[in-house]
């Protein structure tokens, strides 16, 4: 009797184990964010002149999302509205609906007013499923994303990236991208010259810091993740505690077998 008791509470433990990690199992990517996660950046370094030069008048202007009326001091806000882990587009040219994700937030362009007030518009942020669907060579808007899917490394490894992506993954939490644009490599023979952009992301596939330099390591613009709407800390304890409460558990039902 004792025996198949232990076997019963092991098999709800391993029960418990399995339920936490199914949504990872279920599908091979997910979107980080949720209803009402709010994120808000800092531009601590912007130059102007320079942006200007390498992609021409029209850098912070051309919805480019990440450099819309960038400024050195200012900050922007993104607060998401709604996600769809099935989100659908018709592509007219293969005539069929392809599949995303996507994220819906509402949008603070830069400013330095910490009222914030009003949000500036909606916007929508999509990638696709499957990250093989993206076309060869790509290089993503403004050379890395406010978001990107989970898990960041196997999404990132399955897309045909432009060749002067690096990944580098040895962090569990954190993925860093490095991106090296060629002089004239872009569309409308952009940038002027050798640029190489930096980017962090967190757990959540947001984008928690972007550096672009150029040679001599000299920083052009800066922006850091400066606000998180779920610290991180918090993220990691809540399944720690579950676990240890559930052992609690556990190990109270085995004592009362024993004594019983």
């Known amino acids: 009797m004792k025996i198949k008791l232990l076997l019963l509470i092991s098999m709800v433990f391993i029960g418990f184990i399995v339920s936490t990690t199914s949504n990872v199992v279920a599908s091979n990517y997910d979107i980080g964010v949720e209803k009402g996660d709010s994120f808000t950046w800092k531009c601590n370094i912007c130059d102007k002149k320079k942006m200007e030069d390498l992609f021409g008048k029209n850098w912070d202007s051309n919805g480019t999302g990440l450099f819309e009326e960038l400024k050195r001091g200012n900050q922007m806000r993104l607060t998401v509205k709604e996600t769809d882990k099935d989100f659908k587009i018709y592509n007219p040219s293969s005539l069929k609906n392809e599949e995303f994700f996507s994220i819906t937030f509402k949008k603070w362009i830069w400013t330095n007013d910490d009222t914030w007030g009003d949000y500036d518009y909606k916007d929508q ?84 810091s972007y550096k672009l330099y150029i040679e001599n390591h000299q920083i052009i613009i800066e922006i850091v993740l400066e606000s998180n709407s779920i610290p991180p800390m918090i993220e990691f304890f809540i399944p720690v505690i579950l676990v240890i409460f559930y052992l609690g558990i556990i190990y109270l039902m085995y004592k009362k077998v024993l004594i019983g």
């Open 125 to 208: 942020i999509t990638h696709y499923s499957d990250p093989k669907d993206y076309s060869d060579d790509l290089i993503f808007p403004n050379c890395a994303p406010i978001w990107l899917p989970l898990p960041l490394d196997d999404y990132l490894k399955e897309i045909d990236l432009y060749e002067g992506y690096s990944i580098d993954t040895r962090s569990r939490t954190i993925t860093a991208i490095s991106c090296e644009i060629k002089k004239y490599d872009l569309k409308g023979d952009y940038p002027t010259e050798y640029i190489n952009i930096h980017a962090i992301y967190n757990d959540q596939g947001i984008l928690e």
